[in-house]
């Protein structure tokens, strides 16, 4: 039996299309190993968010090729997608697949298996309008699985590659996701999470159908076995007041929800091409919490970009500070060619930026402790995950990370009323009501 062996790197997206790819060779017959262990096959799904990301995958690529010289390595994801050329100079490279044609990765190493020469199959994005639907084959168990129901993006953030490396907006269809959602509550999973490119633009590519989000997450929980259905990343303009409704009126559609800011300053904001200001964007974390008392907003914020000044980012420190946002992804900027902020001349030195996201970080660490603060003494129900350290440990529906000790009462899938008693590691420990 061949052996394959999978890595990724990047978002949620990312790990979803290597849990697909992985399926797809389980399915024709492979042993899937570890990726530090020799394989005949290497796929590395990689990121080009960041020039850390791209390094990282060449890095991935380079130890593969030492763990076995003889094996073929097949590379895909942004990185791939954008710098396929120079991916397939890097020693032990035999396939190049972008960020489409996942659903032929089975045939095209095959092929690189039985004939000599490169097959960098990359091809243009920007001209992809439909959704690649790709089945599920035996997806990794876990308590939650992550289900792609979109990708693409034509935002163009001046800072972002993502639209180049993934192309326009593209739709799951309705039909694909009830079945997807069905197989998953089939299979035992207790918890789906949304995920996709530009989520809240779902259904903006039906023309004529007025289909959104909202037509997704309903069609989800429609399923009454499903125990719980939680949405990926949003932009913060994209929440309706009908999806606001379905998040305040059903109770297995979790409090939680992740929008990035990205920037604290209206004048940052602007020179990132962001569709907001920072009074819409508070005024509708307002309406959100008035809606939803106790939801959790995260977020994620980049400092350093060009332009941001001591005074603009002390500005954009006190607006996240007053957004009391339950958790801060925090990233200094990384310049990416072809985009217009790469061209921007006013750039902030790497020592600045490396200090902007230590105090960004250490206000969003006191923010996280202050919203669990919140709950403390509070009864919350649990879904239970996995156990560490003699701990179980799991998610309330508002994203608080629980610590149980383990007596051997609770297992994996598990949904219990806790007490939250006190702070504990990365979030609060609990105890069994």
């Known amino acids: 039996m061949p052996k394959v062996a999978l890595t990724t790197l990047g978002c949620k997206v990312n790990q979803v299309e290597t849990e697909i790819m992985e399926g797809l060779f389980r399915n024709r017959g492979y042993e899937i190993v570890d990726f530090s262990e020799p ?30 010289d003889n094996a073929i390595i097949a590379v895909t994801g942004c990185y791939a997608q954008i710098a396929s050329d120079e991916i397939s ?19 095209l190493v095959e092929k690189a298996a039985r004939e000599d020469g490169l097959f960098n199959e990359v091809n ?55 079945t997807a959602v069905d197989q998953l509550v089939e299979e035992n999973f207790h918890e789906i999470v949304f995920t996709g490119i530009h989520l809240g633009a779902y259904g903006r590519d039906f023309k004529g159908e007025n289909i959104s989000l909202s037509d997704a997450v309903e069609i989800c929980l429609a399923n ?37 800011l990205q920037a604290g300053s209206d004048e940052i904001l602007k020179a990132m091409n962001r569709h907001y200001t920072t ?8 309406n959100i919490r008035r809606e939803v008392p106790d939801i959790a907003i995260s977020t994620d914020i980049i400092v350093g970009f060009p332009g941001e000044t001591d005074e603009l980012f002390q500005k954009s420190l006190e607006f996240a500070k007053s957004m009391k946002f339950m958790k801060m992804h925090v990233f200094p900027y ?27 970080q250490k206000m969003a660490e006191q923010s996280a402790t202050e919203f669990y603060q919140r709950f403390l003494g509070r009864e919350l129900e649990v879904l239970f995950e996995q156990e560490q350290d003699g701990y179980m440990e799991g998610l309330t529906s508002n994203y608080i990370r629980v610590y149980i000790k383990n007596d051997g009462e609770i297992t994996s899938g598990d949904i219990r009323l806790v007490k939250l008693v006190k702070l504990f590691k990365d979030g609060i420990l609990g105890e069994l009501i």
């Not at 590395?44 to 995958?57: A, Y």
């Not at 902020?341 to 960004?360: C, G, Y």
């Open 39 to 68: 394989a005949d096959f290497y796929i590395i799904n990689t990121c080009s968010v960041t020039h850390l990301g791209e390094r990282k995958s060449r890095q991935l690529i380079r130890r593969a090729n030492r763990l076995n």
């Open 89 to 107: 100079k890097i020693e032990g490279v035999r396939v190049v697949i972008g960020t489409k044609q996942r659903d032929k990765i089975v045939d």
């Open 224 to 260: 009454e076995n499903l125990k719980r259905l939680r949405l990926g990343s949003l932009e913060s303009i994209e929440i309706s007041p009908r999806l606001l409704e379905l998040v305040k009126t059903h109770k297995r559609f979790t409090k939680h929800l992740h929008l990035p």
């Open 124 to 178: 243009d994005v920007m001209h992809m309008h439909e959704f690649e639907d790709i089945p599920l084959y035996g997806t990794p168990h876990r308590t939650r699985a992550f289900l792609k129901i979109q990708d693409g993006c034509c935002n163009f953030c001046s800072y972002c590659i993502i639209p180049y490396t993934r192309g326009p907006i593209r739709s799951r269809k309705l039909e694909s996701i009830k």
């Open 334 to 360: 990384s310049k990416r060619e072809g985009t217009p902020a790469a061209k921007m001349t006013n750039q902030i030195d790497e020592a600045v930026k490396k200090q902007r996201v230590h105090l960004m």
């Open 279 to 286: 009074d819409e964007f508070a005024r509708l974390i307002e």
